[in-house]
């Protein structure tokens, strides 16, 4: 099961936020809010609120357990941007782009694996023992000599 926050309109540039969001993925989710409160950077703010929301959706919505999620993406990507200029010499202006971005963490619960893995188990043991009663029950064929 996959379980998503999105943070949208965020006022940082995809650039930065994208070195902070490398340094979680694939970490479990609370060792990763954890790593993120001495991170010294503004974008980690913005993913551990995101990452906060992402558990918590997970927690009320679905009743997982908070210690069994992982971070199985984080997808950062551009925002419309605000485009302001700065005045210089000679009546001319230089052009300033705030940029935003948007911010999407997936999470995956590790219990689930578990649980599917023991059903594809059982599928393929159950599957075996029909295989063999369907060959038991089909009639030997006789050689001719």
């Given at each position: 099961m996959e379980i998503q926050a999105i943070g949208k309109y965020l006022r940082i540039s995809p650039?930065?936020?994208?070195t902070v969001a490398?340094?979680?993925k694939k970490k479990k989710a609370v060792e990763a809010l954890a790593h993120l409160r001495f991170v010294n950077k503004k974008g980690?703010?913005?993913v551990s609120q995101v990452l906060a929301s992402a558990i918590a959706?997970?927690?009320n919505n679905?009743?997982?357990?908070e210690n069994n999620l992982v971070i199985k993406k984080i997808e950062v990507q551009k925002g419309p941007?605000?485009?302001r200029f700065q005045p210089v010499s000679r009546g001319r202006a230089h052009p300033i782009?705030?940029?935003m971005s948007?911010?999407?963490v997936v999470l995956e619960s590790t219990e689930e694996r578990k649980v599917e893995t023991q059903k594809t188990v059982e599928k393929t043991s159950h599957q075996i023992v029909e295989q063999e009663k369907a060959k038991s029950t089909q009639p030997k064929k006789k050689e001719v000599t």
């Open positions: 650039r930065k936020l994208v490398a340094l979680v980690a703010k913005f959706n997970a927690k679905l009743k997982l357990v941007m605000l485009k782009l705030k940029r948007h911010l999407k």
